[in-house]
C-alpha cells in the first residue's frame, strides 16, 4: 500500500505527500516509515533536488501512529521483544534524524537540503514529531486544527524524538502543558506557543512553504541543540532554575499521578537524563524509557481501551444490521439537570430539540442552562455569537405535549418515580409516530419494569447519561426484555451523533455501571464502620488510580440519594439484602444533615463557599478507628476486587455482552483507575490464578461479596485470561 507519494517541480523542490488509502486521516505504520526514508533518501541523493516539502493529501497532516501496532505487540518477536522494540525505535530517530540534518557536513553543518512541513490541518503525535525533524513548520490557518502530542492520554508518551525535541525546543516548562498533559491547541496558539513556526492562509501553504525551501540558507537548517553553545531555555538540570523546575515537575507529576502511570514518570525521566548529554545520547535515552513503558501491561491495556476499542465502540462495534438511524428532531421531557444537559448537547450536535416541562419557566430554565454552558464556551473562544445563537434556535421549551409531534426519539428525563414515568411515556407516545423510539434516562429502574406503560414496547429502551452531561462522555444503553434491534441501532446512532461512546447492556437493577460503582461505594463506607481510618479508605483509592476516594464520590453524588437507592434495593430485595451495616452508615449521616457536598457536609468538611475541606471528625466520634489498622494493600484489594467482580458478575450473568465495553464504560462511566485498562483488563495483569486466591482470602475475611465468580475460577484452572492473545492480536 502507497502511503507516501514524491513528486518535483520546474523549481526543484520535491514534494512528498502523505496519503493513507481507505482512511479519513493519515496513521503512520512501519511500512509507511519505511516508504518515507525512501523518498528522503532519493531527494537527498538527487542534485536537482534543492528542497523538500512534506505535506498531506488530506484535509489534516496525521492523526499519529498506528497505535494497533504499539496496543497488540504486532510483528514482534517473542524471544527478545524489548530489544526489538528499541532497535525499532532507533531506527525511527535514525530517519527523523536524517530528515533534521539533510545531507549537511556533520563538521560544518553545511550543505543540507532543506526539509519543510507544510500541514493543511491537525497534527498529531507522530504526525507533529515529524515536522519537529523539519526545519520549518507551516500551517494553514484553520481555527478546527489541532497540534499536539496526546500520546501520554493513552498511557505511552511521544518515543519518535518528540520529547526530546520539543523539551530542548521550549524548554522543560514551556514543553511540560503539551508532553505531561498532552494539551492540544489550534494553529495560532501553536505559533505562541512555539509548536510551529509560520501560520499561513489555506490557498499559500504549499507556495510559502516552497518559497522558504528555495530561500533558505545554511544557517537556517541548523537545529538549535546542534549548533555550538547551545544551552536549554530555562536552564538543565544543573543550572539553579533549571533544578527547580525539575524539582517542581516532578512533584507535580506524583501527586498527580500517586506513582501508577508510568508513563508520566518515563517521560520526566528522558527529559531529564537527556538534558544532560549531547542530543544524539539523549535520543537513546529516550528510545529506552519508551520501550520500558511500552513493555510495561499498562500501556498495551490503556491503548486498547482508550483508543482501540473507544473507537471501535464509536465506530458503532456492536450495532445492529438496521438502516441509518440519525435523530433528526428529539424530544426531551423534563427540563431539570439531566434533560437541559441532554437538550444541550443534542442541539450543538445540530440536532432539532423539543424540551417539555411541567411549567413553561421550568422550561425555559432548561433552555437558559444550554445557553450558561454557550456563554462559558464564548469566554473560552471556543463559541462564536453566531454559534451560540444557532444552539439556542435549536431548542423549543414549552408545556405542550403536541410540539412532540414529528420527533423521531423521545428521551424521558423526569423524577425517578415509576407512576410519573408512566404517566409522561403514555401523553408522549400519544403524539409520536409509529416509528418513533421513546426512552427513559432512568439510572436505576429497570427498564422492562418501566416499559409496561408503553404501549409499543419494542420501541422501548434505555439511554442512561451521567452527570453532568455535557462533560461525561459515556452513555449506557440499555435493552429491555422486549426491546427490538431498530430501537437499539436508533440509540446508538444518536449516541455517536452526539459524539459520546455508547456501550450497550441489558436489562438489570442497576444495568452495568452504577452495579459496579455502588459496592466501591459501600466498601469504602463499610470500612469506616469497622473502624479503618477514613483517610486510610480515601488514599488508599486513590494511590490505586481512581480520581476519588469512595467517601468523597458518595459526598458529590449526595448521600440522601445514596439512602433512597439502598431504601429502595432492600424492598426489592428483601431478606437477601447484603449492605444492611452500610445503611447504618448512610442513615446516621444522613440524621445528621450531612448529605454531601450539595449541604456542605458529609464525609468531608467544606467551608461557607462550598470547597471541601478535610475529612470531617464527627466520623471519629460515631465509628472510633481501631488501633490495629489494615494494611494498604488489604484496603486497596478490597475496593477493587468489590468493583471488578461485579464487571464478572455482570458478564456472567449476560448484562454485559462484551468486555470492551465493560472496560471502556469502567474508564469513562466512573473513573475505574485508567492506568490499569479496566477491570477485566486488570484481572488479566494480575493473572486469573492470583485473583481467585485472593478473592477466596477476602471471601473468607470478610463474607461472600468476595466470591470468586464460577466464570473466573474456571479460567483460573483453564490459564485463560479475559483478553486472548490471539483476539488481542487480531
Same mark, same amino acid.
Given at each position: 500500500?502507497?502511503?507516501?507519494?514524491?513528486?518535483?517541480?520546474?523549481?526543484?523542490?520535491? %514534494?512528498?505527500?502523505?496519503?493513507?488509502?481507505?482512511?479519513?486521516?493519515?496513521?503512520?505504520?512501519?511500512?509507511?516509515?519505511?516508504?518515507?526514508?525512501?523518498?528522503?533518501?532519493?531527494?537527498?541523493?538527487?542534485?536537482?533536488?534543492?528542497?523538500?516539502?512534506?505535506?498531506?493529501?488530506?484535509?489534516?497532516?496525521?492523526?499519529?501512529?498506528?497505535?494497533?501496532?504499539?496496543?497488540?505487540?504486532?510483528?514482534?518477536?517473542?524471544?527478545?521483544?524489548?530489544?526489538?522494540?528499541?532497535?525499532?525505535?532507533?531506527?525511527?530517530?535514525?530517519?527523523?534524524?536524517?530528515?533534521?540534518?539533510?545531507?549537511?557536513?556533520?563538521?560544518?553543518?553545511?550543505?543540507?537540503?532543506?526539509?519543510?512541513?507544510?500541514?493543511?490541518?491537525?497534527?498529531?503525535?507522530?504526525?507533529?514529531?515529524?515536522?519537529?525533524?523539519?526545519?520549518?513548520?507551516?500551517?494553514?490557518?484553520?481555527? *478546527?486544527?489541532?497540534?499536539?502530542?496526546?500520546?501520554?492520554?493513552?498511557?505511552?508518551?511521544?518515543?519518535?524524538?518528540?520529547?526530546?525535541?520539543?523539551? *530542548?525546543?521550549?524548554?522543560?516548562?514551556?514543553?511540560?502543558?503539551?508532553?505531561?498533559?498532552?494539551?492540544?491547541?489550534?494553529?495560532?496558539?501553536?505559533?505562541?506557543?512555539?509548536?510551529?513556526?509560520?501560520?499561513?492562509?489555506?490557498?499559500?501553504?504549499?507556495? =510559502?512553504?516552497?518559497?522558504?525551501?528555495?530561500?533558505?540558507?545554511?544557517?537556517?537548517?541548523?537545529?538549535?541543540?546542534?549548533?555550538?553553545?547551545?544551552?536549554?531555555?530555562?536552564?538543565? /538540570?544543573?543550572?539553579?532554575?533549571?533544578?527547580?523546575?525539575?524539582?517542581?515537575?516532578?512533584?507535580?507529576?506524583?501527586?498527580?499521578?500517586?506513582?501508577?502511570?508510568?508513563?508520566?514518570?518515563?517521560?520526566?525521566?528522558?527529559?531529564?537524563?537527556?538534558?544532560?548529554?549531547?542530543?544524539?545520547?539523549?535520543?537513546?535515552?529516550?528510545?529506552?524509557?519508551?520501550?520500558?513503558?511500552?513493555?510495561?501491561?499498562?500501556?498495551?491495556?490503556?491503548?486498547?481501551?482508550?483508543?482501540?476499542?473507544?473507537?471501535?465502540?464509536?465506530?458503532?462495534?456492536?450495532?445492529?444490521?438496521?438502516?441509518?438511524?440519525?435523530?433528526?428532531?428529539?424530544?426531551?421531557?423534563?427540563? &431539570?439537570?439531566?434533560?437541559?444537559?441532554?437538550?444541550?448537547?443534542?442541539?450543538?450536535?445540530?440536532?432539532?430539540?423539543?424540551?417539555?416541562? !411541567?411549567?413553561?419557566?421550568?422550561?425555559?430554565?432548561?433552555?437558559?442552562?444550554?445557553?450558561?454552558?454557550?456563554?462559558?464556551?464564548?469566554?473560552?473562544?471556543?463559541?462564536?455569537?453566531?454559534?451560540?445563537?444557532?444552539?439556542?434556535?435549536? #431548542?423549543?421549551?414549552?408545556?405542550?405535549?403536541?410540539?412532540?409531534? &414529528?420527533?423521531?426519539?423521545?428521551?424521558?428525563?423526569?423524577?425517578?418515580?415509576?407512576?410519573?414515568?408512566?404517566?409522561?411515556?403514555? *401523553?408522549?407516545?400519544?403524539?409520536?409516530?409509529?416509528?418513533?423510539?421513546?426512552? %427513559?434516562?432512568?439510572?436505576?429502574?429497570?427498564?422492562?419494569?418501566?416499559?409496561?406503560?408503553?404501549?409499543?414496547?419494542?420501541?422501548? #429502551?434505555?439511554?442512561?447519561?451521567?452527570?453532568?452531561?455535557?462533560?461525561?462522555?459515556?452513555?449506557?444503553?440499555?435493552?429491555? *426484555?422486549?426491546?427490538?434491534?431498530?430501537?437499539?441501532?436508533?440509540?446508538?446512532?444518536?449516541?455517536?451523533?452526539?459524539?459520546?461512546?455508547?456501550?450497550?447492556?441489558?436489562?438489570?437493577?442497576?444495568?452495568?455501571?452504577?452495579?459496579?460503582?455502588?459496592?466501591?461505594?459501600?466498601?469504602?463506607?463499610?470500612?469506616?464502620?469497622?473502624?479503618?481510618?477514613?483517610?486510610?479508605?480515601?488514599?488508599?483509592?486513590?494511590?490505586?488510580?481512581?480520581?476519588?476516594?469512595?467517601?468523597?464520590?458518595?459526598?458529590?453524588?449526595?448521600?440522601?440519594?445514596?439512602?433512597?437507592?439502598?431504601?429502595? %434495593?432492600?424492598?426489592?430485595?428483601?431478606?437477601?439484602?447484603?449492605?444492611?451495616?452500610?445503611?447504618?452508615?448512610?442513615?446516621?449521616?444522613?440524621?445528621?444533615?450531612?448529605?454531601?457536598?450539595?449541604?456542605?457536609?458529609?464525609?468531608?468538611?467544606?467551608?461557607?463557599?462550598?470547597?471541601?475541606?478535610?475529612?470531617?471528625?464527627?466520623?471519629?466520634?460515631?465509628?472510633?478507628?481501631?488501633?490495629?489498622? /489494615?494494611?494498604?494493600?488489604?484496603?486497596?484489594?478490597? $475496593?477493587?476486587?468489590?468493583?471488578? $467482580?461485579?464487571?464478572?458478575?455482570?458478564?456472567?450473568?449476560?448484562?454485559?455482552?462484551?468486555?470492551?465495553?465493560?472496560?471502556?464504560?469502567?474508564?469513562?462511566?466512573?473513573?475505574?483507575?485508567?492506568?490499569?485498562?479496566?477491570?477485566?483488563?486488570?484481572?488479566?495483569?494480575?493473572?486469573?490464578?492470583?485473583?481467585?486466591?485472593?478473592?477466596?482470602?477476602?471471601?473468607?475475611?470478610?463474607? /461472600?461479596?468476595?466470591? !470468586?465468580?464460577?466464570?473466573? =475460577?474456571?479460567?483460573?484452572?483453564?490459564?485463560?485470561?479475559?483478553?486472548?492473545?490471539?483476539?488481542?492480536?487480531?
Amino acid at each position: 500500500m502507497t502511503e507516501f507519494t514524491y513528486s518535483t517541480d520546474a523549481d526543484g523542490v520535491a %514534494t512528498i505527500t502523505w496519503d493513507v488509502p481507505g482512511k479519513s486521516m493519515n496513521v503512520l505504520s512501519l511500512e509507511g516509515f519505511a516508504q518515507l526514508e525512501a523518498h528522503i533518501e532519493t531527494a537527498l541523493g538527487d542534485d536537482a533536488v534543492k528542497g523538500v516539502v512534506i505535506t498531506s493529501g488530506k484535509p489534516d497532516f496525521a492523526a499519529g501512529m498506528d497505535l494497533n501496532i504499539l496496543a497488540t505487540g504486532k510483528g514482534v518477536v517473542n524471544e527478545d521483544p524489548a530489544k526489538q522494540v528499541f532497535d525499532a525505535i532507533n531506527g525511527m530517530h535514525a530517519i527523523l534524524r536524517k530528515i533534521e540534518r539533510a545531507g549537511m557536513d556533520p563538521k560544518t553543518l553545511k550543505g543540507g537540503k532543506p526539509i519543510v512541513a507544510a500541514l493543511p490541518g491537525t497534527a498529531l503525535g507522530i504526525g507533529l514529531e515529524l515536522p519537529l525533524a523539519c526545519h520549518r513548520i507551516f500551517v494553514a490557518d484553520t481555527p *478546527r486544527a489541532k497540534i499536539g502530542l496526546p500520546e501520554i492520554k493513552v498511557g505511552i508518551f511521544p518515543g519518535a524524538g518528540g520529547t526530546t525535541r520539543l523539551a *530542548r525546543k521550549l524548554g522543560a516548562m514551556g514543553a511540560a502543558p503539551f508532553l505531561l498533559e498532552g494539551k492540544l491547541v489550534d494553529p495560532k496558539r501553536a505559533k505562541s506557543a512555539g509548536l510551529v513556526d509560520e501560520v499561513v492562509a489555506p490557498e499559500d501553504l504549499l507556495a =510559502r512553504a516552497k518559497e522558504w525551501v528555495l530561500a533558505a540558507k545554511d544557517a537556517d537548517l541548523v537545529k538549535p541543540w546542534d549548533a555550538k553553545g547551545y544551552k536549554m531555555p530555562g536552564g538543565a /538540570p544543573y543550572h539553579p532554575s533549571g533544578f527547580m523546575t525539575f524539582v517542581g515537575a516532578s512533584a507535580m507529576i506524583n501527586g498527580k499521578t500517586q506513582g501508577v502511570y508510568p508513563a508520566a514518570k518515563a517521560l520526566l525521566s528522558a527529559v531529564y537524563e537527556g538534558a544532560l548529554v549531547p542530543f544524539d545520547t539523549a535520543l537513546k535515552i529516550e528510545a529506552r524509557w519508551f520501550t520500558s513503558v511500552l513493555m510495561n501491561p499498562s500501556s498495551g491495556a490503556m491503548i486498547r481501551s482508550l483508543f482501540i476499542n473507544k473507537e471501535a465502540l464509536e465506530k458503532g462495534a456492536n450495532r445492529p444490521d438496521a438502516p441509518d438511524a440519525k435523530v433528526r428532531k428529539l424530544g426531551v421531557l423534563g427540563a &431539570g439537570m439531566m434533560g437541559a444537559g441532554i437538550a444541550y448537547v443534542a442541539a450543538n450536535a445540530g440536532v432539532e430539540v423539543v424540551l417539555v416541562d !411541567a411549567a413553561q419557566d421550568a422550561a425555559e430554565r432548561g433552555r437558559a442552562h444550554a445557553e450558561g454552558i454557550l456563554d462559558k464556551g464564548m469566554k473560552r473562544g471556543k463559541v462564536t455569537e453566531d454559534g451560540k445563537a444557532a444552539v439556542l434556535a435549536r #431548542i423549543t421549551p414549552t408545556t405542550d405535549y403536541a410540539a412532540l409531534d &414529528g420527533c423521531d426519539l423521545v428521551i424521558e428525563a423526569v423524577f425517578e418515580d415509576p407512576k410519573i414515568k408512566a404517566e409522561v411515556t403514555a *401523553r408522549a407516545e400519544a403524539v409520536l409516530g409509529e416509528d418513533a423510539i421513546f426512552a %427513559t434516562n432512568t439510572s436505576t429502574l429497570p427498564i422492562s419494569d418501566l416499559a409496561q406503560a408503553s404501549a409499543r414496547r419494542a420501541n422501548f #429502551i434505555g439511554i442512561h447519561f451521567f452527570s453532568p452531561v455535557d462533560k461525561m462522555a459515556l452513555v449506557e444503553i440499555i435493552k429491555g *426484555r422486549e426491546t427490538e434491534d431498530m430501537a437499539v441501532a436508533k440509540a446508538l446512532d444518536f449516541v455517536r451523533q452526539i459524539r459520546k461512546t455508547p456501550i450497550v447492556v441489558n436489562d438489570a437493577r442497576f444495568f452495568y455501571a452504577n452495579r459496579c460503582i455502588i459496592p466501591y461505594l459501600n466498601e469504602g463506607m463499610r470500612m469506616v464502620r469497622e473502624g479503618v481510618a477514613p483517610a486510610l479508605v480515601e488514599n488508599a483509592a486513590k494511590l490505586m488510580g481512581m480520581p476519588l476516594g469512595p467517601l468523597q464520590l458518595v459526598d458529590e453524588t449526595s448521600l440522601d440519594l445514596g439512602a433512597k437507592i439502598a431504601k429502595a %434495593t432492600r424492598a426489592a430485595m428483601g431478606e437477601s439484602y447484603p449492605d444492611g451495616d452500610v445503611d447504618e452508615v448512610i442513615f446516621w449521616m444522613v440524621e445528621q444533615g450531612r448529605l454531601g457536598r450539595k449541604s456542605q457536609s458529609g464525609f468531608y468538611a467544606y467551608d461557607d463557599k462550598g470547597k471541601r475541606l478535610e475529612l470531617w471528625d464527627g466520623l471519629a466520634a460515631q465509628y472510633p478507628q481501631t488501633d490495629a489498622q /489494615p494494611d494498604l494493600t488489604e484496603v486497596q484489594h478490597r $475496593l477493587m476486587f468489590a468493583q471488578a $467482580l461485579e464487571a464478572v458478575r455482570a458478564l456472567e450473568e449476560g448484562v454485559l455482552t462484551d468486555i470492551r465495553e465493560g472496560d471502556v464504560g469502567a474508564i469513562m462511566g466512573w473513573g475505574f483507575a485508567p492506568w490499569s485498562g479496566g477491570p477485566f483488563s486488570w484481572l488479566d495483569m494480575l493473572g486469573a490464578p492470583f485473583a481467585v486466591e485472593t478473592c477466596d482470602r477476602l471471601e473468607a475475611a470478610y463474607g /461472600p461479596r468476595f466470591r !470468586a465468580p464460577a466464570m473466573l =475460577r474456571q479460567m483460573a484452572e483453564a490459564g485463560h485470561r479475559f483478553y486472548h492473545a490471539k483476539a488481542q492480536a487480531a
